[in-house]
C-alpha cells in the first residue's frame, strides 16, 4: 500500500500529527483528518500517528505518577478529600476509566493519574489505552475525513469546508462533554462533604 510517504520530506506532516496528538489531541488531529478529505495526507498514516501520539501522552502521565502520587497527595489532606469520588470510580471501573481517557477532554490527565494512584496494571493500562486510542483516531477521521464532508456536500459544504464543520462541531462536543464530566465530579465531591 502506498502512503503516499515515497520520500524523507512526506514524513514530517505525520511526526508533527503525532507530537501533536501527546500534547494536545483533537485540535491538530481534525486539522490532519481535514487534510485526509483533501487528498493531502494518507488515512493509514494519520491514524497511526494520531493513534500512537495520543496514546504517548495519555501513558506518560500515568507511567509519571505511578509509585509517585499517594506520597505527594498525602502532604495535601484537602486535595486528597477532593480526589476521592474520582479514585472512587476508577477503583471500581478500571478498565471503563482507562477506555474512557480518550473521550474525556478535561479530565484525561486526572483519569491517568487516578489509574496511576490506586495501582491500575501497567499492562492493562497500556493496552486499554492503545486500544482506546486507535478507535478515537478511527471515529475521528470517518467523521471528520470522510463523513462530514460526504454529508456534507449536499448542502454545499463538500472537501475541506465540510470536514472542518464537522470538526468544529466534534471539538465543540469534546468540551461540553469534558464540562458535564467535570461537574459531575464536582457535584460528586460536594454531596460526600
Not at 20 to 29: F, H, L, R, S
Request: hydrophobic content about 55%.
Amino acid at each position: 500500500m502506498d502512503l503516499g510517504l515515497g520520500h524523507l520530506s512526506g514524513w514530517w506532516p505525520y511526526w508533527g500529527i503525532l507530537i501533536a496528538a501527546i500534547v494536545e489531541g483533537e485540535i491538530a488531529y481534525i486539522g490532519a483528518a481535514a487534510l485526509v478529505a483533501q487528498g493531502h495526507l494518507s488515512p493509514f498514516g494519520v491514524v497511526l500517528a494520531g493513534s500512537f501520539g495520543a496514546a504517548i501522552g495519555d501513558q506518560a502521565f500515568f507511567y509519571v505518577f505511578r509509585g509517585r502520587l499517594p506520597r505527594w497527595m498525602a502532604k495535601y489532606p484537602s486535595l486528597e478529600k477532593k480526589t476521592a469520588p474520582l479514585l472512587e470510580r476508577v477503583r471500581t471501573h478500571d478498565a471503563l476509566m482507562v477506555l474512557l481517557i480518550r473521550f474525556a477532554p478535561g479530565l484525561r490527565v486526572a483519569i491517568a493519574a487516578a489509574c496511576a494512584w490506586v495501582d491500575v496494571s501497567p499492562l492493562k493500562f497500556s493496552v486499554l489505552n492503545l486500544l482506546s486510542s486507535f478507535v478515537w483516531a478511527i471515529g475521528l477521521l470517518i467523521l471528520v475525513g470522510w463523513f462530514g464532508p460526504a454529508y456534507l456536500a449536499h448542502y454545499g459544504l463538500g472537501g475541506w469546508k465540510g470536514a472542518v464543520l464537522v470538526g468544529l462541531i466534534i471539538l465543540g462536543l469534546f468540551k461540553l462533554l469534558g464540562r458535564y464530566e467535570e461537574r459531575t465530579l464536582e457535584e460528586r465531591q460536594s454531596s460526600e462533604f
